[in-house]
């Protein structure tokens, strides 16, 4: 890369690092929950729409996943021991509303809107994005919808959960926000064991590995009394707003010219997959006693580490949430290869 070119990147990184920030700071001005994720990733995605050139370097994904991680990880209570036992059947209504989420969606979206089925199927799934964009690709499917679908039902996700919180009861500032700041030698065994677990879970091919690592280690290193205290609020914010800025520049300065040609289809999609998302998650809430707006964010179709940092920011059990998405995202892995040979026989 020339030195032009290096500049203009640095430019739109520092562009959209900025406008993630304003849309924190302004939504925690409101007093919005989650506030500089919902914030920064709504006034990155509007920008990206209007046309600016947002961008973020993905050589940063994996340390902005590990620090995120680690201070999900802080936030898991000894009350998630408690639950464990609750999960295998939250775990197989999880599955059922997985079926009911793609088959509902790629209905409308076939049948009703008429994508063609490969389109259908693919713009439906919750999640598993880059999957779902190559085989996309593979099936000579509409890219541009597929991508578009999938980016409305992350930024929806993401602005629609802190709301549904507030009205369900204000949420209580984070546990992992209300820790003291770990000392020196804590917080190197923190980021050790957090890189080691990353390396694993990213040799095991787990989805998010990064910030699952992160998540795993120091949870167990909380819960196991090794180490007190957790990041401190210089770390975890900037971190925070970066990944509002990844998630909100999914969306490019062409997409606003077919938008509205494909936002009214995906959006009914969306309202779809979120209304049998959240009926299964009713049903676990009432049948087990956990707390509905944990399980919702836990069966939302999607946006696995931004909801992760949403969870954990609104005081939400996010190793409870972690599994069931990281349970949801292999289903969707093991699923996607069937799928594609079983479209490639259709006519």
Same mark, same amino acid.
């Given at each position: 890369?020339?030195?032009?070119?290096?500049?203009?990147?640095?430019?739109?990184?520092?562009?959209?690092?900025?406008?993630?920030?304003?849309?924190?700071?302004?939504?925690?001005?409101?007093?919005?929950?989650?506030?500089?994720?919902?914030?920064?990733?709504?006034?990155?995605?509007?920008?990206?729409?209007?046309?600016?050139?947002? %961008?973020?370097?993905?050589?940063?994904?994996?340390?902005?996943?590990?620090?995120?991680?680690?201070?999900? =990880?802080?936030?898991?209570?000894? %009350?998630?021991?408690?639950?464990?036992?609750?999960?295998?059947?939250?775990?197989?209504?999880? =599955?059922?509303? #997985?079926?009911?989420?793609?088959?509902?969606?790629?209905?409308?979206?076939?049948?009703?809107?008429?994508?063609?089925?490969?389109?259908?199927?693919?713009?439906?799934?919750?999640?598993?994005?880059?999957?779902?964009?190559?085989?996309?690709?593979?099936?000579?499917?509409?890219?541009?919808?597929?991508?578009?679908?999938?980016?409305? &039902?992350?930024?929806?996700?993401?602005?629609?959960?802190?709301?549904?919180?507030?009205?369900?009861? &204000?949420?209580?500032?984070?546990?992992?926000?209300?820790?003291?700041?770990?000392?020196?030698?804590?917080?190197?065994?923190?980021?050790?064991?957090?890189?080691?677990?990353?390396?694993?879970?990213?040799?095991? &091919?787990?989805?998010?590995?990064?910030?699952?690592?992160?998540?795993?280690?120091?949870?167990? #290193?909380?819960?196991?009394?090794?180490? %007190?205290? =957790?990041?401190?609020?210089?770390?975890?914010?900037?971190?925070?707003?970066?990944?509002?800025?990844?998630? =909100?520049? &999914?969306?490019?300065?062409?997409?606003?010219?077919?938008?509205?040609?494909?936002?009214?289809?995906?959006?009914?999609?969306?309202?779809?997959?979120?209304?049998?998302?959240?009926?299964?998650?009713?049903?676990?809430?009432?049948?087990?006693?956990?707390?509905?707006?944990?399980?919702?964010?836990?069966?939302?179709?999607?946006?696995?580490?931004?909801?992760?940092?949403?969870?954990?920011?609104?005081?939400?059990?996010?190793?409870?949430?972690?599994?069931?998405?990281?349970?949801?995202?292999?289903?969707?892995?093991?699923?996607?290869?069937?799928?594609?040979?079983?479209?490639?026989?259709?006519?």
């Amino acid at each position: 890369m020339s030195a032009p070119a290096r500049l203009r990147h640095i430019g739109r990184v520092a562009v959209t690092l900025a406008l993630s920030a304003a849309g924190g700071v302004v939504a925690s001005w409101i007093g919005l929950p989650a506030a500089w994720v919902s914030g920064g990733l709504l006034v990155v995605a509007v920008a990206s729409l209007a046309g600016v050139n947002t %961008e973020f370097p993905r050589p940063l994904l994996p340390p902005v996943f590990l620090v995120l991680g680690i201070y999900a =990880g802080s936030g898991v209570s000894r %009350e998630t021991l408690h639950q464990i036992e609750t999960w295998p059947a939250s775990f197989a209504l999880l =599955g059922v509303s #997985l079926i009911g989420v793609i088959a509902g969606s790629t209905w409308w979206l076939h049948a009703r809107c008429g994508w063609d089925r490969s389109t259908a199927l693919l713009a439906s799934f919750p999640g598993a994005l880059s999957l779902v964009l190559a085989v996309a690709e593979d099936l000579k499917a509409d890219l541009k919808k597929v991508a578009i679908a999938q980016s409305l &039902r992350l930024l929806i996700l993401a602005e629609a959960i802190p709301l549904v919180a507030l009205v369900a009861g &204000r949420p209580a500032v984070s546990s992992a926000a209300a820790l003291a700041p770990a000392g020196p030698l804590d917080l190197v065994i923190l980021l050790a064991a957090g890189i080691v677990a990353s390396l694993v879970m990213e040799r095991l &091919r787990f989805p998010g590995g990064w910030m699952l690592g992160g998540l795993t280690s120091a949870a167990i #290193l909380f819960l196991g009394g090794w180490v %007190e205290g =957790g990041l401190p609020g210089f770390v975890v914010i900037p971190c925070t707003i970066a990944i509002a800025a990844i998630a =909100g520049s &999914r969306f490019r300065p062409g997409d606003l010219a077919i938008l509205p040609h494909i936002a009214r289809p995906a959006l009914v999609a969306f309202a779809i997959a979120i209304a049998i998302s959240g009926l299964a998650a009713g049903a676990v809430s009432f049948l087990f006693g956990i707390n509905f707006v944990q399980t919702l964010i836990a069966f939302a179709p999607g946006a696995l580490e931004t909801l992760i940092i949403l969870a954990t920011q609104m005081n939400i059990d996010p190793a409870y949430v972690a599994a069931h998405h990281v349970v949801r995202l292999l289903a969707l892995v093991a699923a996607v290869p069937l799928l594609s040979r079983w479209l490639r026989r259709r006519p």
